[in-house]
């Protein structure tokens, strides 16, 4: 009887010891380390009666631009009761850092006092939290979980190089109009261009030429 009951108590100490959590999300062949999108509002209230925007505050809306360091992927957008009127004026400013102003505006704190229009920008930036990570040593693995900085590399990379980081939320609506001269021209070149080892591999000298 004793026998029997020290086996029970091994065996039941072996389940334990090789139960595997199914909860756990670094266990597939997916990536835990993605890219977080994040998005930031800034906003500037410019005087404008009647819907026009003084060359003066035109002035101090390019110098908040500059501190914003304004470019590709941010969103413009206008707020007020003359928001309709000034947006020419907001466009004019805005198209010297190749943007143009959305339509709409963002939900910002406090109202826009009478008389002035909000300029809102609103930029999105791309990252990977908590990479580089090699918190975790490789061996011993029992759960047979990835490597904790399993998707650091790519995912970063992709992170930082994506022009509009919105791009990864949503991505983008494909044209309805098909061309397809464009969509067979990389094919066409690939068929047409003539390997490179056609005309025979360059002679090049490394030898130093004596004067």
């Not at 670094?26 to 890219?35: C, F, I, L, M, T």
């Not at 970063?156 to 949503?170: E, G, I, R, Y």
């Not at 983008?172 to 109009?177: F, H, K, P």
Request: proline share 8%; with cysteine.
């Amino acid at each position: 009887m004793h026998f029997k009951l020290g086996l029970l108590l091994l065996g039941s100490a072996i389940a334990g010891c090789s139960y595997t959590p199914h909860d756990l999300p670094d266990r597939g062949v997916a990536a835990v380390n993605v890219p977080v999108v994040t998005r930031e509002v800034y906003s500037f209230d410019a005087a404008a009666p009647s819907g026009i925007l003084a060359p003066a505050e035109a002035a101090r809306l390019d110098g908040w631009f500059r501190t914003l360091n304004l470019g590709y992927g941010d969103n413009i957008y206008v707020d007020g009761d003359y928001s309709g009127a000034a947006r020419q004026d907001v466009e004019r400013v805005a198209s010297q850092y190749g943007l143009l102003v959305s339509a709409g505006a963002p939900v910002t704190v406090g109202p826009v006092n009478p008389g002035t229009v909000r300029v809102v920008v609103a930029r999105t930036t791309a990252s990977v939290p908590n990479c580089p990570d090699w918190s975790r040593p490789s061996q011993p693995n029992y759960n047979n979980r990835s490597m904790p900085n399993f998707g650091c590399g790519v995912n970063s990379n992709l992170a930082a190089m994506v022009a509009n980081p919105d791009d990864l939320v949503s991505g983008r609506d494909g044209s309805a109009v098909g061309d397809a001269s464009t969509a067979t021209k990389a094919i066409n070149v690939y068929r047409t261009t003539p390997p490179t080892g056609v005309k025979g591999l360059q002679d090049v000298n490394t030898k130093k030429e004596s004067n």
